[in-house]
């Protein structure tokens, strides 16, 4: 009768443990509060391609925003925040925004999207879990590093200026 009883808590253990991680799951990401959308508006935007981010008459299409922030600073380095916003009315699936940091910064650990650093050129790109920017929505991503807190000299997203 025991191991009847103990077998049951470990399945509704098990059971609550699965929901509540599929829960904060869907929690983390619809952080901004809006749910994600139906998998046929998904598909609905255009396809990125694997040859590089869009052309600038497709980032017309879709007109984005992409903003910069330091969010902390300390004696040998500092910590940012990207955003990229979609202003159109219309999905956009698929960014890329390369930013031209002062010289001497170097990454120490990133956030949000798949960020590339060579030489003084960061290129942040989407991931799979956030390539789909709604209308109106905003992606946060960000990074550490290490070297001075200060504004990129240049900002491009998918080609265009930020």
Known sequence: MWHLTRD???????????????????????????????????????TPT???PPSA?????????????????????FNAEVTVTNLSAQPVEGWTVQLELPEAVDLT????AKI????????LRSQSWNTYLEAGGTIRMGFEAKGEAAQPTKCTINGSPC
């Not at 590339?116 to 290129?123: D, H, N, V, W």
């Open 109 to 112: 650990s990133t956030w949000g």
């Open 116 to 123: 590339e650093q060579k030489a003084r050129t960061l290129t």
């Open 57 to 77: 008459a497709a980032a017309g299409t879709h007109p984005m925003k992409a903003g910069y922030a330091v969010r902390n600073k300390w004696k040998d380095g």
């Open 8 to 46: 049951r808590v470990l399945m509704v253990s098990t059971a609550v443990m699965v929901l509540v991680a599929g829960t904060m799951t869907v929690l983390y990401l619809t952080k901004d509060g809006t749910p994600p959308p139906p998998a046929s508006a998904r598909t609905a935007g255009p």
């Open 50 to 52: 694997a040859s590089g």
